[in-house]
């Protein structure tokens, strides 16, 4: 099996990849984001990429010179492609395939930027990997234990780090469901993985079992609000077989429901009244009640 590569000019590519940032807006600086926390991984050369999400989800990007460029992720096929606009993942390819053309520094740094260097590689912040456990504490709450290591592209360092992460995340695990919190008396190992453990009371939070049904076509259609017993709270207005079911959730656990349908809303645009029309594809089941519930939300073509 070969492979041919396109040759890119340092010029044509300092255009394309200004003229891909502005159209960009904030989905620019998501894409730096989720590439440092590997939440997005980039494959391919120019000008065809694979880039998949933090769930597994693959998508097909392709860029030419001109500043262009197209995916097949439902939030570009659905939402701003008519508006002139890209999504993360086309974002996330332009920075990957272009930036290391570029001779001069990009517009990127803290407001999502990357910045290349003499010899062609672009500089980015050191990739972090996260690992987290929920630890349920004397049957009243619970505490979740968070360890962060840095990448280093060592594969040897980084599997020694890796193994430390977990050995330390099981330590604070172990630790936390005795005391209610991770003792600061637990050593940490000062080196290159830059290793570092936090706790945040959580609410304990009922786990559903995996759901054994097959994903069916549904429509979000829109965000809104209504009272409840806590106060008003926001809601997906999801359209299942001609049936309306209703997902509550706080803004960000809304994003992450309309990320794992393919659309990407982030937790800061979202407010009620957006009218959205987005299909994508729903696990349902019941509740105790009867009601039809969502148990996952996939892109449309799990179908």
Known sequence: MSFATQAVDPQSASLALTLLQSKAGNRWARAVEEMKTNRLHVSGDFPEFIVTNKSGVAYKVRLDLHGTGSCTCPDFQV??????????????????????????????????SVRANGNGSADVAPLIFRIRRSVQTDGKAAVQVEVQARVTNDEAQDRETASYAYELLERLASQA???????????????????????????????????????????????????????????????????TVRVFGRPEELAERLE?????????E?????????????????????????EEFLPEAAA
């Open 177 to 243: 469901a005795k005391n209610g919190a991770p003792s600061d008396n637990i050593a940490r190992r000062e080196s290159d993985s830059q290793s570092a453990a936090t706790a945040t009371p959580i609410k304990p939070r009922r786990i559903a079992a995996a759901s054994k049904t097959s994903p069916v076509p549904a429509v979000i259609t829109k965000i809104d609000r209504m009272k409840t017993r806590q106060g008003e709270s926001l809601f997906l207005k999801v359209d299942v077989n001609g049936e």
């Open 79 to 112: 939402r701003i492609a008519q508006e002139g606009r890209i999504c993360k993942h086309i974002a996330a390819a332009a920075i990957t395939a272009l930036a290391p053309q570029v001779g001069a520094s990009s517009p990127v740094n803290g407001n999502g």
């Open 270 to 294: 979202i407010e009620a009244g957006m009218e959205l029309h987005l299909p994508c594809s729903v696990k349902v089941g019941q509740n105790n009640g009867g009601y039809k519930t969502i």
């Open 260 to 268: 794992a349908s393919g659309y990407d809303i982030p937790a800061s």
